[in-house]
């Protein structure tokens, strides 16, 4: 399951209130196709999660994985910084986290 650091937590809470949503309200991550098997992660305000979506709850931050980023980012650690007047949002492995072969699915 997706971990996130204490910053990103806060920053994510921020966000939210800043977005005037409910207190049920997240980050929702989804992935926009780019073509050769390959995405990009958007992430939105949303007022609720999806109804398939995966719901992380940390530290009172709510995230909403659609499916497909929920198994992409099992085993990673979202972490974020105030850089100026916007966010950077980084993803990295968890400690211990099994490598992944180049093409993701545990083969060579």
């Known amino acids: 399951m997706l971990v996130l650091t ?5 920053v994510i809470r921020s966000i ?13 991550i989804t992935a ?6 390959q995405a990009a992660l958007e992430l939105a305000v949303a007022e609720e ?16 994985l ?3 980023v ?14 100026g007047d916007g966010v950077r949002f980084t993803i990295e492995d968890q ?3 099994p490598l992944q072969s180049m093409n993701g699915d545990g083969t060579d």
């Open 6 to 10: 204490h910053d990103a937590a806060a």
């Open 70 to 83: 929920a198994q992409a980012l099992s085993d990673k650690v979202l972490d974020a910084t105030v850089e």
């Open 95 to 97: 400690p211990g986290a």
């Open 49 to 64: 999660p999806d109804a398939m979506d995966e719901v992380i709850e940390q530290e009172g931050a709510h995230v909403f």
């Open 16 to 28: 939210v209130e800043q977005a005037d949503v409910p207190e049920q309200g997240g980050l929702r």
């Open 66 to 68: 659609e499916p497909v």
């Open 32 to 37: 926009q196709p780019l073509g050769d098997q």
